[in-house]
């Protein structure tokens, strides 16, 4: 018991080290003059070797194996916590230092390069630092890989989404390979034949818009002494449970981009601030790997907040925002805006349905990168040829093409997946969420978050990182991850089936 | 060398570990919401004890010996980089860790509920938590008295301000003292046989006041790609080179508030702008300890921002900002105002004059409080008894009296003597600055800012942490510190002397 105590004072300390890191990222993306970046880098890089080193320093390794042996003393979530230090241990203790201090201040250098670049639409500008990024990353990959005994790209995924094999993921996303762009076709044809959408015309002043932004998060049950919502330049929620901060970006010609990105972020913040109070600090208090994060913040945009139920509430609120006029501000028009199947260039911007096929394409491009069978010279022209296969369009240039994701810039590999395995997650998770209580779909069309957060808060959020993500599911919904289940919700939503 | 240079390294680190300490503690005060509180408070403690650790772990005392051996090898810079690292050396050598870590968590408690108890008007909410922080300052005081060989008081002072002995504090303060009481008295007797200042009438809005601050700042030469003006309670600066973050607060019926306390905060953030390049991340690349720092800041505010001079220069741009019309906006009017003297309860916005009043009075009652001579219990009597000694006027609450100021909440005893030593050094400076370069004083006037900025980058700026305060300002001027060169310009502006 005593040295499971040692060990909660320990990881108490880097979950101390861990929302410092993330206070000074969530800065740097939203405050920071750029002047700050050289100094900022070197903070961050320096707080992740020191939480490197006492993982490696403190006897961690000793401690885990001695608390391990008397496992039997622990509770339940004890045992989960044991666990969860345990693989953050391995994943900390199988990378030589140095390489982890190389990688977080070649990751943030190749990010600062990548804002320029993207800006410039200069890929040659970010090549060389792309590349340092990804040979990095395949080192690490490697070394874990054989700690592991697992495959490089396998090793990188759980950093993610603790046990998560893409075997699993092949299976599920060729299954979908299948399925989605006759599906979108088919999509694409239904709603050609129907009656023209009414365009909203703006332009939505940048004040209005944060007005309601402000508004929905009110209703969803955003607690603004607990968070914050600001701007940058790509949407991101920040921060941790009691300080939990939201962004989004606004266009003044169309307020839909910065609504959604905020009911997006707000699932995850919800998720955030409705994990377990009494294991705060403590890794099994933390949210779960992310597919779990993402089915939050995809259950709350998709699934609610694309519904017809949740327009009934929104289309008023909209309106009145911007002195809306007309049929255009009708639910049912809204409905059909947030519905609109089209493949497009942008991921972040990308509906419901063709939004998978942006992950799919990354995917299967990721596992090359870091098997080698692709360098990053090879991105732009593999991109050109992934868009054409899964969405039938080709980018005009790499701004909106291969560099419009932040992920690759600090090195993040194995993370693209998780939106869609979120995706079918949430579906999954919803369905039965709506079938426990019918108040919850009732009450959202009335603007009454609380039968859902309730549902999720009891079900998802305060249950911490106590299960496996598909354990997790598995006992929220009474069955084991179902593709089918989110294949059945996007025929009927968007085929009537 | 090889000491030296392990050194560099390790200081680097603890570099880095400040300034994402200072950055938090910035986001605590400008951005955080309440909710992120404990977490925070928990986050900078544990940086603390990773900075008092690393200072203590990694034989930085052997290396500092065996370089010290070896100094005959070092140039002048990295000889006082070295006596700098021995000075924070032994100023974290000589506390245990546990009390660092603990008083770091009670300043950080004791301020935020210091917020509350200030806004509640009540005394009785903050004594508790100021106790704990009295005791635990005494405790340190006392540990380092005895490791240094100097009084408590003089150990705290030198943190703040290397060197500094409360000796010759007394001899400045004890000088003041006997010339303020009668000086203040003429200057109020004399300001009220002239004719009426004429009031500048508000509502003075928000974001035109703003944007003043904003003209201002870059007349100055204030980078804005190196730094932000922000909103907080108590006007601040922070960061550090390449990231220096200024706040102030408005007030929509007094604009000059807001200005005084940007040209104030603007002259500590170009003295970060300009410390020396080469030496960013070394002890000798700070900027000094705080008297000069403070002297930075005075000068601009006081010796510049408050000059007929720079009225000329100023009084235009206040007039367009407002629509401002007839003499009250005159360059005399407005000068004239900012030269008012006027005994009065709030210590930051105090006239030059008063405003060494209430440091005098702060720094006799914080040595007391530090020997033990007087108790938190008793500062409420105090302040009143010092207010009508020191200023001839008494605080109706505690809100305005004893709770006004943030500084002893978070254990910061020993810093406010250095607000009057600097503005002594910024009248030495300043004075021979003029006699250096006449150019100075008259492109202030058309709000040029270059001469005077280059000027102080060559002879304050640029020095870092070369010498000790004296012999920095010493080395500027060609004499050492005098305090009759401040008496002169108070006697000059005030009395026309």
């Known amino acids: 018991m005593e040295s499971y105590k040692t060990l909660e004072k320990i990881f108490r300390k880097l979950n101390d080290i861990n929302q410092a890191s993330s206070s000074l990222q969530w800065d740097m993306a939203v405050t920071m003059p750029s002047g700050g970046a050289e100094a900022r880098t070197a903070q961050i890089a320096t707080l992740s070797s020191i939480h490197h080193a006492i993982l490696s320093d403190e ?3 000793d401690l885990l194996a001695q ?9 339940e979530w004890q045992k989960a916590n044991l666990y969860e230090m345990g693989k953050t241990y391995n994943h ?15 990751g943030l250098n190749c990010e600062m390069v990548w804002r320029k670049a993207r800006e410039a639409n200069d890929f040659s500008m970010l090549k060389p630092n792309l590349e340092k990024v990804v040979k990095l990353v395949r080192e690490k990959a490697s070394i874990k890989a054989e700690a592991f005994e697992m495959t490089p790209y396998d090793a990188l995924l759980d950093e993610y989404d603790r046990g998560r094999k893409s075997a699993q993921i092949d299976d599920i996303f060729d299954n979908l390979k299948g399925f989605l762009p006759d599906f979108i076709k088919a999509v694409v044809e239904k709603q050609a034949s129907q009656p023209k959408i009414m365009e909203l015309k703006g332009p939505f002043p ?27 330049h790509h949407p991101f929620c920040g921060g941790y449970p009691g300080d939990v901060r939201i962004t989004t970006r606004y266009d003044e010609e169309n307020f839909l981009t910065a609504i959604m990105g905020v009911q997006h972020e707000a699932g995850h913040a919800m998720y955030e601030a409705g994990l377990p109070q009494k294991w705060r600090g403590q890794p099994v208090g933390d949210a779960h790997g992310m597919s779990i994060h993402e089915s939050q913040s ?37 409905y059909r805006i947030n519905t609109k199947v089209q493949p497009s260039l942008i991921r972040v911007d990308a509906d419901e349905v063709t939004y998978s096929a942006h992950i799919l394409m990354r995917y299967y491009m990721e596992k090359y990168l870091i098997s080698g069978d692709m360098e990053v010279a090879d991105i732009p022209d593999a991109w050109s040829q992934g868009m054409e296969k899964f969405l039938g369009i080709k980018p005009e240039n790499d701004k909106d093409g291969c560099m419009q994701d932040i992920h690759w810039m600090d090195g993040t590999f194995g993370y693209f997946p998780t939106y869609t395995l979120g995706a079918i997650y949430a579906a999954q998770i919803f369905h039965t969420a709506k079938s426990a209580d019918p108040a919850i779909i009732n009450k959202i069309s009335k603007g ?22 598909d354990g997790l599911v598995e006992k929220a919904t009474g069955k084991s991850l179902d593709v089918e289940i989110y294949k059945d919700h ?3 939503r968007y085929l009537g089936e």
Chains 1, 2 share one sequence.
């Open 92 to 106: 900390s203790a199988a990378v030589p230092r140095k390489l982890v201090h190389e990688l977080t201040k070649e």
């Open 67 to 75: 608390a391990k042996s008397n496992e039997n003393k622990l509770n």
């Open 59 to 61: 006897g961690v390794g």
């Open 448 to 469: 009454d978050f609380n039968p859902l957060m309730k549902w999720l808060g009891t079900n998802i959020h305060e249950q911490g990182s106590l299960y496996s993500a």
């Open 206 to 232: 940048i004040d209005q818009q944060k007005q309601l932004a402000n508004k929905i998060l009110e209703s969803i049950g955003f607690n603004f002494k607990n968070g914050r919502l600001d701007e940058s």
């Open 298 to 334: 995809r259950l709350l945009e998709m699934q609610v907040c694309r519904s017809e139920e949740f327009m009934k509430f929104a289309a008023p609120l909209y309106k009145d925002a911007f002195g809306g006029k007309g049929r255009a501000w009708s639910a049912d028009n809204l």
């Open 490 to 492: 996007l025929k009927a």
